[in-house]
């Protein structure tokens, strides 16, 4: 825009003195050869007169009749060498002397009186065609056109140059963003010729610049392609959008297919439709991934169910038999006790050495048997219980809402008023943030750390547990430090793992509890550590990132849907 | 109470164990009524509704279904909703047998119409506690004529 402006003003101020120059050439040389020509005139008229009144006053009846002295007087040269005449007139206009050719109606006159000792004895008058001052000044006219024109040229020029070069600029930062774009651009014509194709266009295509330029675009796509480009170019050209995108499929040189996305717009010349400008992004790889992330989803999902269905076989299938285990050991007991009172009753029959060995097995070995194989089988539930909690709380549904976490820990603390008493224990609450969260998680995340903390203080000592956060653009970390037993450096991660109990075993616990958290914890996409030294108490911290809890959390189904 | 007598239970239970400890446990709390064993959800439904190989079947007394929830070709809840989507054996009151207490799999059984759901304990004594319910509840529900 700026450029037409400028190159536009210096071409008037260039057209305006080309013409001025053309006019005042003339015009000027007119002016000052007439001047020239007509004081020179005077002065030779004067002269010439100055001679004939010499020849006047020396004979001044007869002068008339010294033609030849008075021609030679007019023959000499004039300042001029156009052609004009020159002669002598008596005071009565009769022509006493004429020299050279009357020039005609178009000449410079001058004439001059002749005196006779002061009295007018006639004049003198010489004239000069016009005609070559004429010609000269037409000359000088072609001369100031010449030079007008040579100005028009000459004035703008430095502009035009700077203009073409800034424009040269503009063409090569056009040409270098295309060349250089990892995107194809294809510029066609109305007609969908190609007039532009850039470096990816022909790499993406196979084709040499010759072979596209000026050709139809649509032997580069694919049928549903071509279709859904040709409806492209008729909705900018008929319906005046300014950019359409649509998938397509590139034919390629060598018949191999690309997946395009691409991006079509107008471009105008003179503000006028004059084509249109495809940029095409080869997405064959990125779809390639989007079908690999898509497969990698669905092997995901399918060994997540896998895991699900694999935590109700466990809790399902290996209950089944425990409770056989468990009824039937309850059979044997009851057998056992009512053979034991048959054997009472028939006891005294039996020699001394097969009552006492009989006695044995019903009163101590088989009840032994009984005994272990039913704090087996109550273990045995017991875990299985707690992997298929573990597995619910996993795949528990999660409900985000606003969860003020110092009132969550009041009530926690107010369940285990009990416990804290008897540990004769001091509790000191932080600064405690509100999450958006969900509630459950957080209760039993926390429940679990102030349910530990407690029971692992240290009972020599009165207890001291302290709970309080941090918070910053990540998120918000929550502390729960006692002054309790520790854990050993070696055990600090073990505790988190399932049926993993650390220190003396003294304390009732199933080793869920920090597996819990963990995977609680781990729900809600957040972390969680211990610092812990053996005698002086830990700190375990979790953090709950800002922002990480989506506002629809994905659904899972409970595990019976296996 | 009388009544009851002429009552038929059916037990759908695959696992044999359980069967046996269920049926001794009835015994043990004075249940004497008839106890039909039958290991399978498809033949629990033939029976139940007289298709299949107990199409023949003489029209039964009134009849109380104690069914589990894990049975092969048809588990406890296919069953569950052929008996209670069919006009002739809606009525019957169904008693679920979990392996699990699993909340989820106890509300589908309840929103299927069964009567009440029993998880089958390890701990002995509560087994015996769950069947002596389930003796009591015996005496006190209401069994349907079977026509």
Same mark, same amino acid.
């Given at each position: 825009?700026?450029?037409?402006?400028?190159?536009?003003?210096?071409?008037?101020?260039?057209?305006?003195?080309?013409?001025?120059?053309?006019?005042?050439?003339?015009?000027?040389?007119?002016?000052?050869?007439?001047?020239?020509?007509?004081?020179?005139?005077?002065?030779?008229?004067?002269?010439?007169?100055?001679?004939?009144?010499?020849?006047?006053?020396?004979?001044?009846?007869?002068?008339?009749?010294?033609?030849?002295?008075?021609?030679?007087?007019?023959?000499?040269?004039?300042?001029?060498?156009?052609?004009?005449?020159?002669?002598?007139?008596?005071?009565?206009?009769?022509?006493?002397?004429?020299?050279?050719?009357?020039?005609?109606?178009?000449? =410079?006159?001058?004439?001059?009186?002749?005196?006779?000792?002061?009295?007018?004895?006639?004049?003198?008058?010489?004239?000069?065609?016009?005609?070559?001052?004429?010609?000269?000044?037409?000359?000088?006219? =072609?001369?100031?056109?010449?030079?007008?024109?040579?100005?028009?040229?000459?004035?703008?020029?430095?502009?035009?140059?700077?203009?073409?070069?800034? =424009?040269?600029?503009?063409?090569?930062?056009?040409?270098?963003?295309?060349?250089?774009?990892?995107?194809?651009?294809?510029?066609?014509?109305?007609?969908?010729?190609?007039?532009?194709?850039? *470096?990816?266009?022909?790499?993406?295509?196979?084709?040499?610049?010759?072979?596209?330029?000026?050709?139809?675009?649509?032997?580069?796509?694919?049928?549903?392609?071509?279709?859904?480009?040709?409806?492209?170019?008729?909705?900018?050209?008929?319906?005046?959008?300014?950019?359409?995108?649509?998938?397509?499929?590139?034919?390629?040189?060598?018949?191999?297919?690309?997946?395009?996305?691409?991006?079509?717009?107008?471009?105008?010349?003179?503000?006028?439709?004059?084509?249109?400008?495809?940029?095409?992004?080869?997405?064959?790889?990125?779809?390639?991934?989007?079908?690999?992330?898509?497969?990698?989803?669905?092997?995901?999902?399918?060994?997540?169910?896998?895991?699900?269905?694999?935590?109700?076989?466990?809790?399902?299938?290996?209950?089944?038999?425990?409770?056989?285990? *468990?009824?039937?050991?309850?059979?044997?007991?009851?057998?056992?006790?009512? =053979?034991?009172?048959?054997?009472?009753?028939?006891?005294?029959?039996?020699?001394? *050495?097969?009552?006492?060995?009989?006695?044995?097995?019903?009163?101590?070995?088989?009840?032994?048997?009984?005994?272990?194989?039913?704090?087996?089988?109550?273990?045995?539930?017991?875990?299985?219980?707690?992997?298929?909690?573990?597995?619910?709380?996993?795949?528990?549904?999660?409900?985000?809402?606003?969860?003020?976490?110092?009132?969550?820990?009041?009530?926690?603390?107010?369940?285990?008023?009990?416990?804290?008493?008897?540990?004769?224990?001091?509790?000191?609450?932080?600064?405690?943030?509100?999450?958006?969260?969900?509630?459950?998680?957080?209760?039993?995340?926390?429940?679990?750390?102030?349910?530990?903390?407690?029971?692992?203080?240290?009972?020599?000592?009165?207890?001291?547990?302290?709970?309080?956060?941090?918070?910053?653009?990540?998120?918000?970390?929550?502390?729960?430090?006692?002054?309790?037993?520790?854990?050993?450096?070696?055990?600090?991660?073990?505790?988190?793992?399932?049926?993993?109990?650390?220190?003396?075993?003294?304390?009732?616990?199933?080793?869920?509890?920090?597996?819990?958290?963990?995977?609680?914890?781990?729900?809600?996409?957040?972390?969680?550590?211990?610092?812990?030294?053996?005698?002086?108490?830990?700190?375990?911290?979790?953090?709950?990132?800002?922002?990480?809890?989506?506002?629809?959390?994905?659904?899972?189904?409970?595990?019976?849907?296996? | 109470?009388?009544?009851?007598?002429?009552?038929?239970?059916?037990?759908?239970?695959?696992?044999?164990?359980?069967? +046996?400890?269920?049926?001794?446990?009835? +015994?043990?709390?004075?249940?004497?009524?008839?106890?039909?064993?039958?290991?399978?959800?498809?033949?629990?439904?033939?029976?139940?509704?007289?298709?299949?190989?107990?199409?023949?079947?003489?029209?039964?007394?009134?009849?109380?279904?104690?069914?589990?929830?894990?049975?092969?070709?048809?588990?406890?809840?296919?069953?569950?909703?052929? $008996?209670?989507?069919?006009?002739?054996? +809606?009525?019957?009151?169904?008693?679920?047998?979990?392996?699990?207490?699993?909340?989820?799999?106890?509300?589908?059984?309840?929103?299927?119409?069964?009567?009440?759901?029993?998880?089958?304990?390890?701990?002995?004594?509560?087994?015996?506690?769950?069947? +002596?319910?389930?003796?009591?509840?015996?005496? $006190?529900?209401?069994?349907?004529?079977?026509?």
């Amino acid at each position: 825009m700026e450029l037409l402006d400028i190159s536009r003003i210096t071409t008037r101020v260039a057209a305006v003195l080309s013409v001025a120059l053309a006019l005042s050439f003339p015009a000027c040389y007119f002016m000052v050869s007439y001047q020239f020509n007509s004081v020179s005139l005077a002065a030779e008229a004067e002269s010439c007169a100055r001679q004939v009144s010499g020849i006047i006053s020396a004979n001044p009846y007869l002068w008339r009749f010294e033609q030849v002295r008075l021609e030679e007087i007019l023959v000499r040269r004039s300042v001029s060498e156009d052609p004009g005449s020159r002669r002598i007139l008596d005071h009565k206009g009769v022509t006493v002397a004429e020299k050279g050719s009357d020039p005609g109606w178009l000449a =410079l006159t001058r004439s001059q009186g002749l005196l006779d000792a002061g009295i007018p004895a006639g004049r003198i008058e010489i004239r000069q065609s016009l005609g070559p001052l004429l010609d000269r000044t037409m000359l000088a006219a =072609l001369l100031g056109l010449v030079v007008g024109y040579l100005a028009f040229r000459v004035v703008p020029y430095r502009e035009i140059v700077r203009a073409q070069k800034r =424009l040269q600029d503009g063409h090569s930062f056009l040409n270098t963003v295309m060349e250089s774009s990892t995107n194809a651009i294809v510029v066609l014509d109305l007609a969908g010729g190609i007039r532009m194709a850039n *470096r990816r266009s022909r790499e993406l295509s196979g084709y040499q610049w010759q072979e596209l330029s000026g050709r139809h675009y649509g032997f580069l796509l694919a049928g549903a392609g071509r279709e859904r480009m040709a409806a492209a170019l008729a909705e900018i050209s008929g319906q005046g959008a300014r950019t359409v995108s649509f998938e397509a499929e590139m034919v390629r040189r060598d018949a191999g297919q690309l997946a395009l996305s691409c991006g079509i717009g107008p471009f105008h010349e003179d503000g006028v439709l004059a084509g249109f400008v495809l940029c095409a992004e080869d997405t064959t790889v990125r779809k390639r991934w989007e079908q690999q992330l898509q497969s990698a989803a669905a092997q995901l999902e399918q060994s997540n169910t896998e895991v699900k269905s694999f935590a109700y076989i466990i809790s399902h299938d290996l209950r089944a038999p425990l409770v056989n285990i *468990r009824g039937f050991s309850a059979e044997l007991n009851g057998a056992v006790a009512e =053979l034991t009172g048959l054997f009472r009753g028939v006891a005294e029959q039996l020699e001394q *050495r097969d009552r006492e060995r009989i006695a044995q097995l019903f009163e101590q070995e088989v009840p032994e048997a009984l005994d272990f194989i039913n704090s087996s089988v109550l273990r045995m539930d017991r875990l299985v219980g707690s992997v298929l909690k573990l597995s619910r709380l996993g795949h528990r549904e999660l409900k985000v809402e606003r969860v003020p976490v110092a009132e969550m820990v009041a009530a926690i603390l107010k369940t285990m008023s009990y416990q804290i008493e008897l540990r004769n224990a001091q509790v000191h609450i932080g600064e405690l943030p509100v999450l958006e969260s969900d509630r459950i998680a957080l209760e039993l995340i926390l429940g679990n750390l102030l349910d530990n903390a407690v029971k692992y203080l240290h009972p020599g000592r009165p207890g001291r547990l302290d709970i309080f956060s941090a918070t910053d653009a990540g998120g918000t970390v929550i502390h729960v430090r006692d002054n309790g037993r520790g854990i050993a450096p070696e055990d600090q991660e073990k505790v988190f793992e399932l049926f993993r109990r650390a220190g003396r075993q003294d304390v009732q616990g199933e080793g869920m509890g920090l597996a819990y958290v963990k995977a609680m914890v781990r729900k809600l996409h957040g972390q969680i550590g211990c610092v812990s030294e053996p005698d002086c108490g830990s700190t375990f911290s979790f953090s709950i990132p800002a922002g990480s809890m989506p506002t629809s959390a994905h659904h899972d189904k409970g595990e019976h849907d296996r | 109470l009388n009544d009851l007598k002429q009552l038929l239970i059916v037990l759908a239970e695959d696992d044999a164990g359980h069967a +046996r400890l269920i049926e001794k446990n009835l +015994r043990r709390g004075g249940i004497s009524n008839e106890i039909r064993h039958l290991a399978n959800g498809r033949e629990a439904v033939d029976f139940l509704l007289g298709e299949g190989e107990h199409a023949a079947r003489p029209a039964a007394g009134p009849l109380l279904l104690l069914l589990d929830l894990n049975l092969p070709e048809l588990d406890g809840c296919q069953v569950l909703r052929r $008996i209670k989507g069919d006009q002739r054996t +809606r009525m019957i009151p169904v008693v679920m047998l979990t392996t699990t207490d699993n909340p989820e799999e106890i509300t589908r059984c309840y929103q299927l119409g069964c009567n009440i759901c029993v998880t089958k304990p390890v701990e002995h004594d509560d087994f015996g506690a769950a069947i +002596r319910t389930l003796g009591m509840f015996l005496s $006190i529900v209401q069994i349907p004529e079977w026509d």
